[in-house]
Nanobody
Framework: QVQLVESGGGLVQAGGSLRLSCAAS????????MAWFRQAPGKEREYVAGIKWSGGSTYYADSVKDRFTISRDNAKNTVYLQMNSPNPEDTATYYC????????????????????WGQGTQVTVSS
C-alpha cells in the first residue's frame, strides 16, 4: 500500500523560507514522478511543482517559479519543496502526490494523473 506523509508545514513570515518534506513508502519510489499541489480555502486544488522520476527535470507553476524548488532524494524515498520568499497568497494546504505510471518522460501537471496523495500539511504565510 502506497503511503505519502507530508511534514514541515507551519507559520512563516512573508519573505522567509520553509521546506516541506514528503516521505513515501509502499512501492519503488524512484520509478515515479512526484508533485506538490496546494488548495486554499474556497479555491480549487492547483498544481505547484513536479519532478520527473529520475529527478532530472522539474516543472513549476508560474506563480511559484523562481521562488520554490522541488527536489527528491531517491535514496531516502523523499520529495521536498523548498519555499523561498513566500507571500500571503501562498497560504494553503500543501499536498504531495505520486504518479501511477512508471518512468514517464515528464512529470504530469494534472491532478488526475496522480493516484496517490498525502494528507496535506498547512502552510500559513503572514504579512
Amino acid at each position: 500500500q502506497v503511503q505519502l506523509v507530508e511534514s514541515g508545514g507551519g507559520l512563516v513570515q512573508a519573505g522567509g523560507s520553509l521546506r516541506l518534506s514528503c516521505a513515501a513508502s509502499g512501492r519503488t519510489f524512484s520509478n515515479y514522478a512526484m508533485a506538490w499541489f496546494r488548495q486554499a480555502p474556497g479555491k480549487e486544488r492547483e498544481y505547484v511543482a513536479g519532478i520527473k522520476w529520475s529527478g532530472g527535470s522539474t516543472y513549476y507553476a508560474d506563480s511559484v517559479k523562481d521562488r520554490f524548488t522541488i527536489s527528491r532524494d531517491n535514496a531516502k524515498n523523499t520529495v521536498y519543496l523548498q519555499m523561498n520568499s513566500p507571500n500571503p497568497e501562498d497560504t494553503a494546504t500543501y499536498y504531495c502526490a505520486g504518479d501511477y505510471v512508471p518512468f514517464r518522460t515528464a512529470a504530469p501537471g494534472s491532478a488526475a494523473e496522480y493516484h496517490y496523495w498525502g494528507q496535506g500539511t498547512q502552510v500559513t504565510v503572514s504579512s
